[in-house]
């Protein structure tokens, strides 16, 4: 089955930058939108950003100008370049991969950004 494995996580001072990737293994569809999801203990977990095997991108209001995310296809592999990080973007960052009919995800990565 799909595995889905983040990295790159870890504890940066505000103003820092961090680059998450996520590898992904098994049998991956040609056609597909890899993306980053965040969640914070108690509330819902919501859009990073996305991006489609064409490079189509979608972000996040609240990110946009500070990340970009990119991938590279024939690694099936995404990443997320996270510049100007605040402390408001501690979260436990989710890899997600998406095909027409079903979603795989990964089992996040911690990123603490401290004032």
């Known amino acids: 089955q799909v595995q889905l494995l983040e990295s790159g996580g870890g504890l940066v001072q505000a103003g820092g930058s961090l680059r998450l990737s996520c590898a992904s293994s098994?049998?991956?569809?040609?056609?597909?939108?890899m993306g980053w999801y965040r969640q914070t203990p108690g509330k819902q977990r919501e859009l990073v950003a996305t991006?489609?095997?064409?490079?189509?991108?979608n972000y996040a209001d609240s990110v946009k100008g500070r990340f970009t995310i990119s991938r590279d296809n024939a690694k099936n592999t995404v990443y997320l370049q996270m510049n100007s990080l605040k402390p408001e973007d501690t979260a436990v960052y989710y890899c997600?991969?998406?095909?027409?009919?079903?979603?795989?995800w990964g089992q996040g990565t911690q990123v603490t950004v401290s004032s």
């Open positions: 991006i489609t095997t064409g490079g189509t991108t």
């Open positions: 997600k991969l998406s095909f027409i009919r079903r979603d795989y």
């Open positions: 098994g049998s991956i569809f040609s056609i597909n939108t």
